[in-house]
């Protein structure tokens, strides 16, 4: 029978993944859309740029700056043959998570680690700021949507 882990193992593991964090590696799962998963030379996963990927998250963020309305963005999409990585069209909740997240601009938070120009910035962080001040791509919690 399988034991369970005792709080400080699991403090210990959680110190270590936020230690990994801080050094730029990848802490498992998938890797998000336009990043791709690679093992560098001590077998630790790091985040690089997937350029197909990369160029429809640009194209993303750039309509979504110019508040173009996310079923017009999917449309565009589509046309250039950008699709999720399950082959399907984006909709509104998944354009909305792209362009909330924050590693698309450098940054991985893990935990209580928030670190900087961990992940390949895809989008410059004036353009991802402007999205972020479109009502429509705010993120939910932000001091602007309590009001």
Do not use: W
Request: charged residues 35%; proline residues 3%; hydrophobic residues 35%.
């Amino acid at each position: 029978m399988r034991k369970k882990l005792t709080d400080e193992q699991k403090a210990r593991i959680l110190h270590g993944m936020e230690q990994n964090a801080l050094k730029g590696n990848f802490n498992g799962g998938i890797a998000p859309f336009g990043y791709e998963l690679v093992l560098n030379e001590f077998n630790r996963g790091q985040i690089v740029i997937y350029d197909k990927e990369a160029e429809a998250v640009v194209l993303m963020f750039k309509r979504a700056a110019r508040r173009i309305e996310p079923f017009f963005i999917s449309q565009e999409l589509l046309a250039k043959g950008h699709l999720t990585r399950k082959g399907d069209c984006f909709d509104s909740r998944m354009l909305r998570r792209i362009l909330t997240n924050e590693r698309y601009i450098g940054i991985y938070v893990f935990g209580n680690v928030r670190a900087e120009n961990v992940f390949p910035a895809i989008v410059p962080k004036d353009l991802f700021e402007t999205v972020g001040k479109t009502k429509r791509y705010r993120r939910r919690n932000d001091e602007d949507t309590k009001k």
